[in-house]
């Protein structure tokens, strides 16, 4: 079990706990995190899970898919670092990650 913190576009920060193996949007829906709908059930057909990665921590997310892709190019707020958290599964490596929330989701 590790940490991550969500960081929400006003700077709120909510450090939730994590088992490895579960996705970044379901992560985040159990704990209630604003700004965080996954409306697709993690389907990768919604946007409702957009998360910028902290630079640093990019590396370990992995590489977006082209389905993630062609969601991800349909976001006005998307960044470098952008990832749908639903595409993400948390890992051990993971525990201490920041992640950010855009304005508005999809």
Do not use: Y
């Amino acid at each position: 079990m590790g940490k991550i913190r969500f960081v929400t576009h006003d700077q709120t920060e909510h450090v939730v706990e994590f088992d490895t193996g579960t996705s970044l949007m379901q992560i985040a829906v159990d704990n209630a995190i604003p700004g965080v709908d996954g409306d697709c059930g993690g389907e990768c057909a919604c946007g409702t899970c957009h998360l910028i990665v902290a630079p640093e921590w990019f590396e370990i997310t992995g590489t977006p898919g082209d389905h993630e892709e062609q969601m991800l190019s349909m976001t006005p707020e998307r960044a470098p670092t952008s990832r749908l958290g639903c595409q993400v599964r948390a890992t051990e490596a993971m525990d201490g990650m920041t992640v950010r929330l855009p304005e508005f989701q999809m």
